[in-house]
């Protein structure tokens, strides 16, 4: 199954809206920093490789991995974003939902291995246990980026510091597009009336009024 990788510009003010966006960014990073890797390693090659099983079956693999990392490290960024430092258990609530909302345009992935309901585990697992900030929130798509993409050992260690560079380009650009088109207190209100007035509550705390 391929990847939507289409979207409109519309303003993230509800739960759906804002999986759409995780869904659809997430594997436009994924498909567009895998391929583009693979494509200016292989060189002239690129097109002849899909002739080869192993490869294509490595590649889809790899499609599958890096896209189930970006669409964790997106969830988590974007449940952070709305939350603003507030309630944790809110926060990791809200990442869970965006990120399983986004995995269920793709129930059955083909190809993706055979230990991948243990990968989405493992991604839920870290969802709950780990609060993103500037420095770490898209640290994992890099990581499965360079450890999944099929090619040699050596040459990701050559290419390693290009490799992670070029995704976390990608990145920023959508999280100019998170802090854009969020309307936080919109998707806290869709996401559960009471989060969103408890959030409320503890801003005016805050602030004294």
């Known amino acids: 199954?391929?990847?939507s990788t289409r979207w409109k510009e519309n303003p993230l003010?509800?739960?759906?809206?804002a999986t759409e966006f995780v869904s659809t960014r997430s594997a436009f990073v994924a498909q567009?920093?895998?391929?583009?890797?693979v494509r200016t390693r292989a060189g002239t090659r690129y097109t002849a490789l899909f002739d080869e099983?192993?490869?294509v079956q490595s590649l889809n693999i790899a499609k599958w991995q890096v896209f189930l990392a970006c669409t964790a490290d997106l969830a988590g960024f974007v449940a952070a974003s709305v939350c603003e430092?507030?309630?944790?258990?809110?926060e990791a609530r809200l990442a869970l939902a965006l990120f399983r909302g986004a995995l269920?345009?793709?129930?059955?992935p083909?190809?993706?291995g055979p230990d991948w309901e243990e990968e989405v585990e493992r991604a839920e697992s870290r969802l709950l246990a780990t609060r993103p900030d500037a420095d770490t929130a898209f640290m994992g798509s890099a990581d499965a980026l360079v450890h999944w993409a099929?090619?040699?050992?050596e040459l990701k260690v050559l290419d390693e510091r290009i490799v992670r560079n070029s995704i976390r380009f990608k990145w920023k650009d959508v999280r100019e597009r998170v802090a854009s088109l969020l309307r936080a207190e919109a998707v806290l209100q869709d996401f559960g009336p009471a989060t969103a007035t408890a959030g409320a509550s503890a801003a005016a705390s805050a602030t004294g009024d």
């Open 150 to 153: 099929p090619i040699s050992d």
């Open 85 to 90: 430092g507030g309630d944790r258990e809110t």
């Open 104 to 108: 269920a345009d793709y129930p059955e």
């Open 13 to 17: 003010d509800t739960v759906e809206s």
């Open 53 to 55: 099983d192993l490869f």
């Open 110 to 112: 083909e190809g993706a």
């Open 32 to 37: 567009t920093t895998l391929y583009g890797y």
């Open 1 to 3: 199954m391929p990847f």
